[in-house]
């Protein structure tokens, strides 16, 4: 069982930047791939970047390219993403979630959840 619990959500205004964290309970966070979504009002939630147990391996999807950085920190179980540029379209909740077997870019695929943290940039 892991419990994620995610923190650094605000209001920034477009060109600003965030940083995100999903705190990871108990001693297995290392074995986990993790992964970010996020879910904006009225559409479906969708991928934005994952990374491998040992952080060697990370995918980001094209919109945020460039812009937003997926990392970890497996001694402090903590995985982050930096968001730089952001732009209003980015706003929505985001959520970490953890994956055993792999990385990939479905939800559905995804073990375990955080609560969501919302990010809201202004124009």
């Known amino acids: 069982q892991v419990q994620l619990v995610e923190s650094g959500g605000g209001l920034v205004q477009a060109g600003g930047s965030l940083r995100l964290s999903c705190a990871a309970s108990g001693r297995t966070f290392s074995s986990y791939n993790m992964g970010w979504f996020r879910q904006a009002p009225g559409k479906e939630r969708e991928f934005v970047a994952s990374i491998r147990r040992s952080g060697g391996s990370t995918y980001h999807v094209d919109s945020v390219k460039g812009r937003f950085t997926i990392s970890r920190d497996n001694a402090k179980n903590t995985v982050y993403l930096q968001m730089n540029s952001l732009k209003p379209e980015d706003t929505a909740v985001y959520y970490c979630?953890?994956?055993?077997?792999?990385?990939?870019?479905?939800?559905?695929?995804?073990?375990?959840w955080g609560q969501g943290t919302q990010v809201t940039v202004s124009s």
């Open positions: 979630a953890a994956d055993l077997y792999g990385m990939g870019v479905t939800a559905g695929a995804y073990d375990y």
